[in-house]
């Protein structure tokens, strides 16, 4: 878990927002791997929140690495 307090976290930290889910440094949603935007205020999801799926895959990933 990390603390991001402000603006200036966000950015150094690539950070889109909260729920923001990284398995060894790598965003668990493949789409948002390039997106270069930051921000402090909360994060969507397509359909909302992070999926078991979408989870599951990441996880799968990261073991492979």
Known sequence: ????KDKA???ALKFW???TIRIHG???D???RTFE???IACRYYSG???TE???RAALKEARER
């Open 9 to 11: 976290d966000a950015k």
């Open 53 to 55: 799926e979408m989870i």
């Open 30 to 32: 493949f789409s948002a």
């Open 37 to 39: 935007g930051t921000g």
């Open 26 to 28: 790598i965003d668990i």
């Open 17 to 19: 927002g909260p729920p």
């Open 1 to 4: 878990m990390i603390k991001v």
């Open 48 to 50: 909302g929140l992070p």
